[in-house]
């Protein structure tokens, strides 16, 4: 694993890298929000893909992980606009692109916008398929009352708080990583150390303020699905309470080519709560794209 910079338009970025000796192709995976960064979400996929013969690009977003805060607030027009400097800057030639919840969605916005050197996008728990933040009868109103708090300022307060409490952070873990077995405790100590760190959400909470609106999500790639114009492999945890799998499915069927991996069992988390079904998935996927590239 190598840790680089690059000085982009948006501001300096930080990224992981794993290079084989000849490589196969390169894919590009983008971490998700909240508590994330580079190496959690990828540290665990990142060397098996480069054992496969992948070079593997993962950064820290701007305002997370090693990247400072950009100079203008985070916003998804940013954070889409921010992948396409990165990949102008680090990749040479065509490239899969794949990303986790807020990376999914900045993957969807990336490929919609500029797909000529993508041979393929990979969206696991993505963010960006829903038109409100939940599902359901009472879904007009918790997406209100959520509006209500992030405005106000006590949403990103509780999530100060909770990144302080190891009991609120561990109960956080448990929701995204469903197998015991996978909360391993260099893992759980990542997540706090991560939690920890000066910051650590303030990007977060700008693109909260940027998305939730009081009737719906500012962002929401559905009707657009259809445009997609490259394959896509949706990898989802059957028990995702983020994002329901029903939304993973109808993606599914709406891209063009797309073939859907649910992981029974699995939460929002899901390459590390399956790390081995989820990197079979993505290899066997990367293979094909990148044969096709």
């Known amino acids: 694993?190598?840790?680089?910079?690059?000085?982009?338009?948006?501001?300096?970025?930080?990224?992981?890298?794993?290079?084989?000796?000849?490589?196969?192709?390169?894919?590009?995976?983008?971490?998700?929000?909240?508590?994330?960064?580079?190496?959690?979400?990828?540290?665990?996929?990142?060397?098996?893909?480069?054992?496969?013969?992948?070079?593997?690009?993962?950064?820290?977003?701007?305002?997370?992980?090693?990247?400072?805060?950009?100079?203008?607030?985070v916003t998804q027009e940013l954070l889409v606009g921010y992948v396409g400097e990165f990949v102008d800057a680090v990749v040479d030639?065509?490239?899969?692109?794949?990303?986790?919840?807020?990376?999914?969605?900045?993957?969807?916005?990336?490929?919609?916008?500029?797909?000529?050197?993508?041979?393929?996008?990979?969206?696991?728990?993505?963010?960006?398929?829903?038109?409100?933040?939940?599902?359901?009868?009472?879904?007009?109103?918790?997406?209100?009352?959520?509006?209500?708090v992030v405005r106000t300022g006590a949403l990103g307060a509780l999530f100060r708080w909770a990144a302080r409490s190891r009991a609120a952070m561990d109960r956080g873990i448990a929701t995204i990583v469903r197998n015991p077995a996978s909360r391993t405790p260099e893992l759980v100590a990542a997540v706090h150390a991560a939690a920890?760190?000066?910051?650590?959400?303030?990007?977060?909470?700008?693109?909260q303020r940027d998305q939730v609106r009081w009737n719906r999500q500012r962002t929401d790639y559905t009707d657009r699905l259809r445009t997609f114009s490259r394959p896509a492999l949706v990898v989802h945890g059957g028990r995702d309470t983020s994002v329901p799998v029903a939304r993973a499915r109808a993606a599914a069927r709406l891209i063009p080519d797309a073939r859907l991996e649910v992981v029974d069992g699995a939460g929002h988390w899901v390459q590390r709560?399956?790390?081995?079904?989820?990197?079979?998935?993505?290899?066997?996927?990367?293979?094909?794209?990148?044969?096709?590239?």
């Open 196 to 207: 920890a760190a000066p910051g650590a959400l303030v990007a977060f909470e700008q693109w």
């Open 93 to 148: 030639g065509p490239y899969a692109i794949g990303g986790l919840s807020l990376g999914g969605g900045m993957t969807i916005g990336h490929v919609l916008d500029r797909p000529d050197r993508v041979t393929g996008a990979i969206l696991l728990g993505s963010y960006g398929l829903m038109p409100r933040l939940y599902d359901g009868p009472l879904a007009a109103l918790r997406q209100a009352v959520m509006w209500a």
């Open 1 to 73: 694993m190598v840790r680089n910079e690059v000085d982009l338009p948006s501001g300096r970025v930080s990224y992981l890298s794993w290079s084989p000796g000849r490589p196969r192709g390169t894919v590009v995976l983008l971490h998700g929000g909240g508590v994330d960064n580079a190496e959690l979400s990828w540290g665990g996929i990142g060397p098996e893909l480069a054992a496969a013969g992948y070079r593997v690009i993962c950064p820290d977003h701007p305002g997370y992980g090693h990247s400072p805060l950009p100079r203008s607030p």
């Open 273 to 293: 709560d399956a790390p081995r079904v989820v990197l079979d998935a993505m290899t066997d996927f990367l293979d094909r794209v990148c044969a096709a590239g």
